[in-house]
């Protein structure tokens, strides 16, 4: 069965709603599909640095934890890649049969386009 965990910074600083969202999320995404690792998006957005940051729910339908090392994710809206950029992020180890959101961060450098409108998708060549 599947379990939601929260990273402890995200557990100390999560705020209600959006801790209710990621929960709903949950519970509708957390069938196992095809994949073994899938990225469910929950919302985006641009900071004032303008960097695009992308929170999905990562789900671990494997038996082993899984982690992001050197491994290339791709955002894109309508087909158009928006951003690329390789991501190692040792402090998130994703437990066998988990669940977990995340934010990734494309920097400035790593856009291809300077804009966005949301509901596009995330995508990982992952190293199985």
């Not at 209600?16 to 999320?25: A, E, M, V």
């Not at 919302?43 to 960097?51: D, L, Q, V």
Request: proline share 5%.
């Amino acid at each position: 069965m599947q379990s939601l965990q929260f990273e402890a910074s995200w557990e100390k600083a999560i705020a209600i709603n959006d801790r209710k969202l990621i929960t709903d999320i949950f519970q509708v995404s957390s069938k196992k599909g095809e994949e073994s690792i899938q990225l469910v998006p929950i919302w985006e957005a641009m900071n004032y640095k303008g960097e695009v940051l992308i929170t999905v729910l990562i789900h671990n339908f494997t038996d082993t934890p899984h982690t992001f090392r050197h491994q290339k994710f791709t955002y894109q809206e309508n087909e158009t890649v928006v951003a690329e950029h390789i991501f190692t992020i040792p402090q998130v180890v994703i437990k066998p049969r988990n669940s977990m959101p995340w934010t990734f961060i494309f920097p400035i450098e790593s856009l291809l386009l300077k804009k966005i409108y949301g509901n596009g998708k995330l995508e990982c060549k992952l190293n199985d």
